[in-house]
């Protein structure tokens, strides 16, 4: 007497291998649905032509010796900058923008306080690695840098 085919071992075995595969297929999908990572810009050739123009901000900010560093109080960013060959301390336009996490980046405006310093507070706690552009509000020079926080001593802004 012969078993019929959905009774034996080696026929549900031989399914069970491409129906692991194709579960497997949409978990996979599904996951990098729900969790996409922005490393690259859609925008890249714009970017590309705007590295120029940021290049030329730059050297102007190294010509009129600007210098700018960072630092943390409670829960406060303090940026402390040198005006160099400007007449009076602009107003800032501080963007920071995280490497990985697009949702997590913000740009504010900051003046100087009395005694020359310019205060952030963020919503939440800054941590992990940041990129921080500094310039005025007519966006005519440029300092820029990474930092990691939270940071313990003053960091200085690097081009």
Same mark, same amino acid.
């Given at each position: 007497?012969?078993?019929?085919?959905?009774?034996?071992?080696?026929?549900?075995?031989?399914?069970?291998?491409?129906?692991?595969?194709?579960? =497997?297929?949409?978990?996979?999908?599904?996951?990098?649905?729900?969790?996409?990572?922005?490393?690259?810009?859609?925008?890249?050739?714009?970017?590309?032509? =705007?590295?120029?123009?940021?290049?030329?901000? *730059?050297?102007?900010?190294?010509?009129?010796?600007?210098?700018?560093?960072?630092?943390?109080?409670?829960?406060?960013?303090?940026?402390?900058?040198?005006?160099?060959?400007?007449?009076?301390?602009?107003?800032?336009?501080?963007?920071?923008?995280?490497?990985?996490?697009?949702?997590?980046?913000?740009? *504010?405006?900051?003046?100087?306080?009395?005694?020359?310093?310019?205060?952030?507070?963020?919503?939440?706690?800054?941590?992990?690695?940041?990129?921080?552009?500094?310039?005025?509000?007519?966006?005519?020079?440029?300092? *820029?840098?990474?930092?990691?926080?939270?940071?313990?001593?003053?960091?200085?802004?690097?081009?």
């Amino acid at each position: 007497m012969i078993t019929p085919w959905y009774k034996q071992f080696w026929p549900w075995f031989l399914i069970s291998l491409p129906l692991t595969v194709i579960i =497997g297929t949409l978990v996979t999908v599904a996951l990098f649905a729900r969790n996409s990572v922005h490393l690259v810009a859609e925008d890249y050739y714009k970017k590309g032509k =705007g590295i120029n123009i940021d290049i030329r901000r *730059q050297s102007m900010a190294n010509d009129l010796n600007l210098s700018a560093s960072l630092s943390s109080q409670n829960n406060a960013i303090v940026i402390h900058f040198s005006k160099g060959k400007l007449d009076a301390l602009p107003a800032l336009k501080a963007t920071f923008t995280h490497r990985t996490l697009p949702d997590r980046d913000f740009t *504010q405006m900051l003046t100087a306080d009395a005694s020359g310093n310019y205060r952030l507070f963020p919503e939440a706690p800054l941590k992990g690695p940041w990129f921080i552009e500094l310039e005025p509000f007519d966006s005519s020079w440029l300092l *820029q840098g990474r930092i990691s926080f939270p940071i313990a001593q003053p960091i200085a802004l690097e081009n």
